[in-house]
């Protein structure tokens, strides 16, 4: 009787330690982009072009190019997007833009801040 009340404690144990283990461990975020360098992303952005057609702070253009920042896609969908465009926008294949570039002009796009609200002034 003893050695089933001890096997019953040991497993009951085990699964609280798993439980409190995984209690700790964050969750992956599907959405997530990899960590990057919003600096070195800024330099790649205006080196590749980017800017050309999306503005120097990734603002867009109803005439040239979309929005990308200050909230861009998920990072997947972007990368998707940037490999293989649906649009008038040329593909940069992982042999033009390599991953951990993309990852940091990612990184440059999610830093743009927010425009500044229209505000009218009168004195």
Do not use: W
């Amino acid at each position: 009787m003893k050695s089933i009340v001890f096997g019953l404690r040991s497993t009951v144990f085990g699964l609280l330690i798993v439980a409190a283990v995984s209690a700790q461990t964050p969750a992956p975020q599907p959405n997530a982009a990899p960590p990057g360098n919003a600096e070195a992303g800024k330099k790649l952005f205006v080196s590749y072009g980017c800017y050309q057609c999306h503005g120097y702070e990734a603002q867009g253009s109803s005439a040239t190019g979309p929005r990308l920042g200050p909230r861009p896609i998920a990072f997947a969908a972007f990368s998707r997007y940037v490999r293989q465009p649906t649009g008038q926008m040329p593909p940069y294949t992982a042999k033009v833009v390599s991953d951990p570039d993309l990852t940091n002009i990612y990184a440059f796009v999610s830093s743009r801040l927010a425009p500044a609200a229209n505000v009218l002034l009168l004195k």
